[in-house]
């Protein structure tokens, strides 16, 4: 477990992180950016706070001691990704965007999960 699990928390960590400093990353395949491309201060403040959550939660991912605390991290992981695809796949304005970052979400979830019984 520990190999795959720790590259998915490296990538989940950077990604994060670089969601709260330029948000457009997450906002506009979620069809959350104004008509000429812009973030709204409410939604960057919102994708700031996922931003801030994912990315403590993938440096457990990648710092955690192998056993519970791992396996905690993970659980923390897919629940959060999980949550996710329920909620941005039913609550994003668009339905292609609904569908699009809600497969994104719970795909990550499954491999994360899967990640779980890598060698």
């Not at 796949?89 to 292609?96: A, F, I, M």
């Not at 994104?104 to 899967?114: D, E, I, M, P, Q």
């Given at each position: 477990?520990?190999?795959l699990t ?81 909620l941005f ?30 060698p």
């Open positions: 477990m520990p190999a720790r590259v998915l928390g490296t990538v989940t960590a950077a990604y994060s992180a670089a969601i709260i400093v330029w948000p457009k990353l997450l906002a506009r395949p979620c069809g959350l950016t104004t008509a000429t491309g812009e973030v709204r201060p409410q939604t960057r403040a919102l994708i700031g706070a996922i931003g801030a959550r994912d990315t403590a939660i993938g440096v457990a991912m990648v710092c955690a001691p192998q056993g519970p605390a791992l396996k905690t991290a993970l659980a923390a992981r897919v629940a959060a990704d999980a949550a996710d695809a329920v796949g039913t609550r994003l304005p668009q339905r292609s965007a609904r569908t699009k970052v809600a497969a994104f979400a719970a795909g990550w979830a499954v491999l994360c999960a899967l990640s779980a019984f890598a």
